[in-house]
């Protein structure tokens, strides 16, 4: 890629792009604006607080993708981007994608919930033994609960 320098104006609602040297090639054009876009992403993610980083991202990421499912969109609205999927076969997977994530989360939460029971259940058991000593030792000087 030779030295070059782009310029993006806007007008009236309007870009446009010019170039210092002409020899900018689509391939070259593609590369430079991937670049940027993906540096501004990363300084948007950067910027972030971190407990909201991957919501951040995730939002960018389906930001771009559908600015550049437009862009081919505008440029070739007679291509279909996938035609070997159906209407019904996007909807079937997109329904075993929620299936398997609604899968995980139930799987965390069924995980917690017996975590949880084996806390109270071994702090039952110190109580118990707790309480176990405590007799033990009053047999031992000759009282008894009892």
Known sequence: MEDNKITFEIKNNKVHVTY???????????????????????????????????????????MYNAAASNTLHYFAPEIEMR???????????????INRQYEKIANRKQRRAMAKKEASYLKSLKGGKQHEEKSNDQSANGRSDR
């Not at 002409?22 to 590369?31: H, R, S």
């Not at 999927?85 to 997977?93: G, P």
């Open 20 to 62: 210092e040297r002409p020899t900018l090639t689509l391939a070259d054009f593609l590369q430079v604006i991937s670049t940027g876009i993906l540096q501004a992403m990363n300084s948007i993610v950067a910027a972030a607080p971190v407990d909201q980083r991957t919501q951040v991202k995730e939002e960018l990421y389906d």
């Open 83 to 97: 035609p070997h999927l159906t209407t019904q076969a996007i909807l079937e997977a997109e329904n075993n994608i």
